[in-house]
């Protein structure tokens, strides 16, 4: 029987060279946050499938969720997303935690949905989530978060903007407009699609959801207007946006009505990172302050704000402007070949490279007599840093000798 | 409704505490590897559930794969095992590398059996191979790799021990009892189970399978006699010991008939590495060599050798050897906190811990006002190492303190 060498659809095999690179996106991922003093967590990579379906909302929740029986009969599914998850965790701990708690992770995911550029079924995410505090200033250090995030890349000026809104804008205006709490979810989801759609479309679908016309025409007017609201939701938004413009980031940030994110548990702030790039228009992470999922696992709720950045939009970023030849560089590892050049040193040469190792120096080792042509060709088609000379004449002068593969030149190193 | 704030049966939580002690060994893990010149890869989380079947064994790829279908009714699984996957990989660029190819990889994997103490149905390996090479010095590598892995965590004397084998040495005593191919899968997965069984019980097995009363004597005679025997097989084996002893492992390989391994893919070299705290008497990991799974994907095969330890046996050996609260102290971070004393210094205050984090500092802020008591119960509840001390005071004086939580002294530094 012949299988396929190919990966199944909707995932990616991450040769060395690939991995390099999302090791390094995850190792400035995880800097940043440390950084901050947030503190790593994981879950498992599946939970009961009912904790997705009571929160994750319509196509995250349903019909894009893997799920399978255990022995025991229970329905579980691959996560999908880790909000349900670290509020599990949390729930855990809540009570006797020094709060906020800030945790962070950076895990798998998996969506049966149809794969498309920048997001495939399997994807990993970083998680970034302060619980415990309504302060606004909790919204403040997300933000900044998030925008340290992308700047510890390196970006160009103008590569991104963090567009921000509040889900508070929509539930003043829906009060105002006498727009009823069970419409409201539904209203919002369509919202979220607000420039994805056509106007004639958005209209059809909230006249669907029982919206009348002059209802549409205030929704439509409110999502076209540039100026923040003269509401108590757009004074918080004033007091972040003030704060995150001392704080330097003025040129980064824009309020954007048309930001409302497609979970249903948001409740507050709602933001998004945009690349700025011609060829790579699009969102490439948000978050947002939800404060009511906690009830989810028994007893009281709590306040909770976090992100949630992709590998893979992260990745797209870097290679629209540019970035991704240097990280290339930076990750290249100091890398030794060390042949065996003759048969009858193979102990001695397995005891320098002990040697070498227990030295710190990442070796790698002829496994078989090679002459010292072949050896320099392998160091050279694998990119390594410098070859390790150590033949009869070395041997019996109890020295070694270092090639630089990149300049050529050898070094002399007393064993 | 109220949920489970447990994980689902079989699955764990890392809490930050938890999730140190994994991080560590993974880092122990990656370190080791690296100084051996390996090279990190990653594959999908699922794979078509055909390879499994096809190679990983009657339990792994039987009744534990953990299987369910795509939108395009494809039959996918969570790998169970790293190999089939890793093989899938090398089979896309075998041809073209230069080899030999050292990877390495650190993934988790799920397996639908019954949790025990060592075993849960997640888990998380370290996965390393060399693919292309049949030289000895091929197997004398990866057991010394497998030796400094152990090593590398500093634990005592005899803490552990490598227990070497041969398939090859089945192999060759299967043909001496003319014991058929078809038979001999099945023989050595009754041997496996060597030391688990009574010699009741495996003699019993080993008749369902057909063979003669003499067959099983011989091959009871040959899983107790401690002396390699006189073949080439033995002699294969006799090499290994010789480098590695020469290499100065002496005292933790051993050579033992009984390590046959479970997966029917090895046709060499096998070994298990035992942990030898009579509290936590068992395998901590194994691997071999294995030639012939390439052909799966088609075309040719390519020799293989590899081993994969598992972090909870790693964690467990580690906990038997109190080596755990070393690990704990360790990989403590200087992260500060940096409380609000004063509502009026909010900017300021803000301005300071992003000068502070630039500069490469871990710095947790205070997100509400608070007096210097609350901050430093706060400070000491989480175990931070020292509190950022900026009111009033300091700020006329444009410097802050730096309370260090475990001397209680103050450190004066000029803004």
């Not at 000026?157 to 205006?173: D, Q, W, Y």
Request: aromatic fraction near 12%; charged fraction near 25%; charge should be positive.
């Amino acid at each position: 029987m012949k299988l396929s060498n190919q990966p199944p659809k909707g995932t990616a095999d991450w040769l060395p060279a690939e991995f390099k690179i999302r090791q390094y996106i995850f190792s400035v991922w995880r800097q940043v946050c440390q950084r901050y003093g947030y503190e790593e967590y994981l879950t498992p990579l599946v939970e009961s499938a009912e904790i997705y379906r009571a929160k994750s909302g319509e196509e995250v929740g349903g019909k894009e969720l893997v799920t399978f029986k255990d022995f025991g009969g229970r329905e579980l599914s691959i996560r999908p997303e880790m909000t349900p998850s670290v509020t599990r965790l949390v729930s855990q701990i809540y009570n006797s935690a020094a709060k906020p708690i800030r945790w962070f992770s950076i895990a798998n995911f998996m969506r049966n949905e149809k794969p498309q550029r920048g997001r495939n079924r399997e994807f990993w995410q970083l998680n970034c989530d302060i619980f415990g505090s309504s302060s606004l200033a909790a919204e403040v250090e997300i933000l900044q978060l998030a925008l340290d995030l992308m700047l510890e890349f390196k970006p160009p000026k103008n590569s991104f903007t963090l567009k921000i809104s509040s889900r508070v804008l929509l539930k003043e205006l829906f009060s105002k407009l006498k727009i009823s709490d069970k419409q409201a979810t539904a209203v919002a989801r369509v919202l979220d699609k607000w420039k994805k759609l056509s106007p004639g479309a958005i209209s059809e679908s909230l006249t669907k959801v029982g919206l009348a016309k002059e209802q549409i025409k205030s929704l439509s007017s409110f999502m076209n207007n540039q100026q923040l609201p003269e509401t108590p939701g757009g004074a918080d938004l004033h007091f972040i946006f003030q704060a995150l413009n001392d704080l330097g980031y003025k040129n980064y940030i824009k309020y954007d009505p048309t930001v409302v994110r497609g979970f249903d548990y948001y409740d507050g702030m709602v933001f998004e990172i945009f690349d700025n790039h011609k060829n790579n228009s699009r969102a490439l992470f948000g978050g947002g302050r939800y404060n009511g999922l906690g009830a989810l696992f028994g007893g009281q709720s709590w306040p909770a704000v976090g992100f949630a950045p992709g590998d893979e939009t992260m990745k797209l970023f870097l290679e629209s402007w540019g970035l991704l030849k240097k990280i290339t560089e930076d990750t290249s590892r100091a890398v030794y070949y060390l042949p065996l050049l003759e048969a009858g040193l193979t102990k001695a040469v397995w005891r320098l490279a002990k040697a070498l190792r227990q030295s710190g120096q990442q070796v790698e080792l002829g496994l078989e007599p090679q002459k010292i042509g072949k050896a320099l060709d392998y160091a050279n088609k694998k990119g390594l840093s410098g070859v390790i000379i150590f033949g009869q004449e070395e041997a019996r002068k109890k020295m070694y000798k270092i090639k630089n593969m990149a300049t050529g030149k050898e070094t002399r190193v007393n064993l």
